[in-house]
């Protein structure tokens, strides 16, 4: 018997099915998504199989951890060590307008499914840059409901400034590892998504985008906006996309050059105090409405 379950998120509306025995239980990723019906949703069907079905053409894509083919207009991806071929992958993901069947090598599995294997096989990258939007990393706050947005390198200190922000304006943190930037209405918006890295903050909220930070490590906190080539070099650092898709990076190139030209962009050398908060507070004022 197929049991199948609900989420939308960025705008995107997706079914999961697989047989009951198998399906997974809802964790602090997706648990926030879930929705009762959905009216046109991505379907994702999955399976267990005791091998994945072969490619009958070229590997278009080979990266570490999967290579994609391009079979009959369904795009194939094959996730694990594949590095030295298809052969060692566990998943096999075929992708073809809104169907999509997963194919999961049986020996690699004990049980029930995991969620982090559901959001492998899902493409969330390719479905939102299909949507007017695309995935961001940064740590995502809630400020007086807009959205304020940390980016910067690993390790340099998003969640700490979302943390202060937190500590001492009691902004409420939505992601700490990352959000959908979208067109809506022709208004631009960050969404909560169900990836958040090692972060324990993981919500369902989508609001108003009002700035995004590209923050450095310095002895003192200085801070000044960007423009032009410079605001949309550091927002780029930021995005997450398939590089070989041309039709995903058309329509990231377009929404980043649209942020850039509608969203403050801010770089923000800073401590790891309050200091810093007053700073970009301060260089806001007059920029949220």
Not at 71 to 77: P, Y
Not at 91 to 99: E, V
Not at 224 to 239: D, I, M, N, P, T
Request: with cysteine; net charge negative; charged share 20%.
């Amino acid at each position: 018997m197929m049991e199948k379950k609900n989420y939308c998120f960025a705008g995107i509306e997706i079914q999961i099915a697989m047989p009951a025995e198998i399906m997974y239980t809802d964790d602090r990723y997706l648990a926030p998504f879930r929705v009762d019906t959905v009216t046109d949703p991505h379907i994702f069907t999955f399976e267990f199989c005791d091998k994945l079905t072969a490619p009958v053409t070229e590997c278009v894509v080979a990266k570490p951890g999967f290579r994609v083919y391009s079979e009959n207009g369904a795009d194939i991806r094959y996730i694990g060590s594949v590095e030295q071929g298809w052969h060692n992958a566990y998943i096999r993901a075929s992708h073809k307008d809104k169907q999509h069947h997963i194919e999961l090598k049986k020996e690699q599995f004990s049980g029930r499914v995991g969620t982090h294997t559901v959001l492998s096989a899902i493409a969330a990258e390719h479905l939102i840059a299909q949507n007017n939007g695309l995935v961001f990393h940064c740590s995502y706050i809630n400020h007086n409901g807009k959205a304020i947005l940390f980016t910067a390198p690993s390790e340099t200190g998003k969640s700490t400034q979302a943390d202060l922000w937190n500590k001492h304006r009691s902004a409420e943190i939505i992601n700490g590892d990352r959000a959908a930037l979208l067109v809506k209405e022709g208004r631009l918006y960050a969404a909560g998504i169900p990836f958040a890295g090692s972060s324990t903050h993981c919500k369902n909220q989508t609001l108003p985008l009002a700035a995004i930070v590209y923050l450095r490590q310095a002895p003192v906190t200085t801070i000044h906006k960007l423009s032009g080539y410079q605001a949309f070099a550091r927002l780029w650092e930021g995005v997450s996309a398939n590089t070989w898709d041309k039709s995903d990076m058309e329509n990231i190139s377009t929404l980043v050059k649209q942020i850039v030209e509608n969203v403050p962009i801010f770089y923000m050398p800073c401590t790891p105090d309050e200091s810093a908060v007053s700073a970009l507070e301060k260089a806001l004022e007059g920029e949220i409405r």
